[in-house]
């Protein structure tokens, strides 16, 4: 099952990394030459056909003269531009109203991995450059690794006082010899984790670990219950670009499926297997493909590659345990006794092959959903995208008009009326 929905289209984030040991290792280190400057230009132009929003990782921003130029052209075509430099590179105030002034919107500061070595006079670094940052009036994201356990409420004590646009934590995608973060541990984690906001004020948000919507979910957690859930992953609504031109899932994904020298952007992201691949969730093998969640969430495709080699296995890092259930048996079932069982099942994994509805006008009042396509006209496709239903979003069923038309559907914490032929064009799948 292919999404047939915008993130099948295009992407909706750009990273890129535009100097050379920004990140780490390069796919391709006999092609690896840095773009040029008129290169990196007509990769902008690319962008601009491609994604909405673009992350510039840089190392040493003084390797690249022309980052003004970039951020501008990016400005001048309407993309969001958020950059995140280096903190080990000398930063001036100056620069950062340079920047801004060309069009960065927002700076991503990253305090790295808390717990290694040098951690301490990295912290302090990050924060003279989260300070010079605000004085340029621009809004800080900062990004660092999950804390312990044990040192979570001192970190969010740390960002309460600090206020950020956004808290983002990585979970680790292992490199050779490096350790997968632990499942149950992890688990434990990211459920202090869905607690926090509230107390925080501080948005967070998490790469790498896309299992966080599920516990989100789960926990019914307010917070996070009204902020939008997008089920992007890599490959899926996101695409990475190296600083030779390899185009990439991801940061941590490190398999080229082709150049911006000799390829386009868009067209890798819609065409190669590699990503047509990782935007279908009925390709996901272990309990990644048995489970409910996998639309929306379908675990990290970059930790799934680095442990096993392959991309499509389930993400180790993932504690959740789907229940196999008779739902998943491939014959119909009678509708009593399915209707029955859904009820007593927690988990909403199914395949395709039950006579389900399949979209949201043979919906019955009262059911819950998950979006996966849309069959309508571009204009009212991009209309409901605006709304929030993007492939992934659960909605509710609310109720019915009298006779039956229109239907009010509850999708991320508000409700709206939709027309029948509206309705009969999204795709879903019921849970
Ligand atoms: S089993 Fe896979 S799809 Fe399900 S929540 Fe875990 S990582 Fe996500």
């Given at each position: 099952m292919?999404?047939?929905g915008?993130?099948?289209?295009?992407?909706?984030?750009?990273?890129w990394?535009?100097?050379h040991?920004?990140?780490?290792?390069c796919p391709a280190?006999?092609?690896?030459?840095d773009l040029?400057?008129g290169?990196?230009?007509?990769?902008v132009?690319?962008?601009?056909?491609?994604?909405p929003?673009l992350?510039?990782i840089?190392?040493?921003?003084?390797?690249?003269?022309?980052?003004?130029?970039?951020?501008?052209?990016a400005?001048?075509h309407?993309?969001?531009?958020?950059?995140?430099?280096?903190?080990?590179?000398?930063?001036?105030?100056?620069?950062?109203?340079?920047?801004?002034r060309?069009?960065?919107?927002?700076?991503?500061?990253?305090?790295?991995?808390a717990?290694?070595?040098?951690?301490?006079?990295?912290i302090?670094?990050?924060?003279?450059?989260?300070?010079?940052?605000r004085?340029?009036?621009?809004?800080v994201q900062?990004?660092?690794?999950?804390?312990?356990l044990a040192?979570?409420?001192r970190f969010?004590?740390?960002?309460?006082?600090?206020?950020?646009?956004?808290?983002?934590?990585?979970?680790p995608?292992?490199?050779?010899g490096?350790?997968?973060?632990d499942?149950?541990?992890t688990?434990?984690?990211?459920?202090?984790?869905?607690?926090?906001?509230?107390s925080?004020?501080v948005?967070?948000?998490?790469?790498?670990?896309?299992?966080?919507?599920?516990?989100?979910?789960?926990?019914?957690?307010r917070a996070?219950?009204r902020?939008?859930?997008l089920?992007?992953?890599d490959?899926?609504?996101?695409?990475?670009?190296s600083?030779?031109?390899?185009i990439q899932p991801?940061?941590?994904?490190?398999?080229?499926?082709g150049?911006?020298?000799l390829?386009?952007?868009?067209?890798?992201?819609?065409?190669?297997?590699?990503?047509?691949?990782?935007?279908?969730?009925?390709?996901?093998?272990?309990?990644?493909?048995?489970?409910?969640?996998?639309?929306?969430?379908g675990?990290?495709r970059?930790?799934?590659?680095?442990?096993?080699?392959?991309?499509l296995?389930?993400?180790?890092?993932?504690?959740?345990?789907?229940v196999s259930?008779?739902?998943?048996?491939?014959m119909?079932?009678p509708?009593?006794?399915?209707a029955?069982?859904?009820?007593?099942?927690?988990?909403?994994?199914?395949?395709?092959?039950?006579?389900?509805?399949?979209?949201?006008?043979?919906?019955?009042?009262?059911?819950h959903a998950?979006v996966?396509?849309?069959?309508?006209?571009?204009?009212?496709?991009?209309?409901?995208?605006?709304?929030?239903?993007?492939?992934?979003?659960?909605l509710?069923?609310?109720?019915?008009?009298?006779?039956?038309?229109?239907?009010?559907?509850?999708?991320?914490?508000?409700h709206?009326?939709l027309?029948?032929?509206?309705?009969?064009?999204i795709?879903?799948e019921?849970?």
């Amino acid at each position: 099952m292919q999404l047939t929905g915008s993130l099948a289209d295009r992407p909706v984030t750009v990273a890129w990394e535009v100097t050379h040991g920004a990140m780490n290792g390069c796919p391709a280190p006999r092609m690896c030459v840095d773009l040029t400057p008129g290169e990196c230009l007509d990769v902008v132009d690319q962008i601009a056909e491609a994604a909405p929003r673009l992350l510039l990782i840089a190392g040493d921003m003084a390797a690249r003269p022309d980052l003004v130029d970039i951020v501008a052209r990016a400005n001048a075509h309407g993309i969001w531009v958020a950059l995140r430099p280096s903190i080990r590179a000398r930063l001036l105030d100056n620069d950062f109203d340079t920047l801004r002034r060309a069009g960065v919107r927002s700076l991503s500061v990253s305090l790295g991995n808390a717990h290694a070595h040098g951690a301490v006079r990295r912290i302090s670094r990050g924060l003279d450059v989260l300070t010079a940052a605000r004085r340029a009036r621009l809004a800080v994201q900062v990004k660092s690794s999950i804390p312990e356990l044990a040192d979570l409420r001192r970190f969010s004590q740390v960002m309460q006082t600090l206020q950020p646009s956004e808290w983002r934590m990585s979970l680790p995608v292992p490199k050779r010899g490096e350790e997968t973060p632990d499942a149950d541990r992890t688990e434990k984690l990211l459920a202090a984790l869905s607690r926090l906001p509230a107390s925080t004020g501080v948005p967070l948000s998490l790469s790498d670990a896309p299992h966080f919507r599920r516990i989100a979910i789960q926990s019914h957690a307010r917070a996070h219950s009204r902020r939008r859930i997008l089920p992007l992953n890599d490959g899926r609504g996101r695409i990475f670009i190296s600083h030779c031109g390899e185009i990439q899932p991801g940061a941590s994904f490190p398999i080229a499926c082709g150049n911006v020298r000799l390829h386009h952007l868009l067209e890798v992201y819609r065409e190669a297997t590699v990503f047509r691949q990782l935007r279908d969730p009925d390709l996901l093998k272990g309990k990644c493909g048995r489970c409910g969640f996998r639309l929306i969430c379908g675990g990290s495709r970059a930790r799934a590659y680095a442990t096993t080699g392959d991309y499509l296995v389930e993400d180790p890092a993932c504690g959740f345990r789907p229940v196999s259930s008779p739902l998943d048996h491939p014959m119909k079932l009678p509708s009593a006794l399915r209707a029955l069982l859904l009820r007593l099942n927690p988990d909403f994994s199914r395949t395709r092959s039950i006579a389900d509805p399949v979209n949201l006008r043979e919906l019955s009042s009262g059911s819950h959903a998950c979006v996966t396509g849309f069959d309508l006209p571009a204009e009212t496709r991009r209309r409901l995208l605006e709304l929030g239903f993007l492939p992934g979003t659960p909605l509710h069923a609310v109720r019915r008009a009298p006779l039956g038309d229109p239907l009010q559907v509850e999708v991320r914490g508000y409700h709206l009326s939709l027309r029948n032929r509206e309705a009969s064009g999204i795709q879903i799948e019921t849970r």
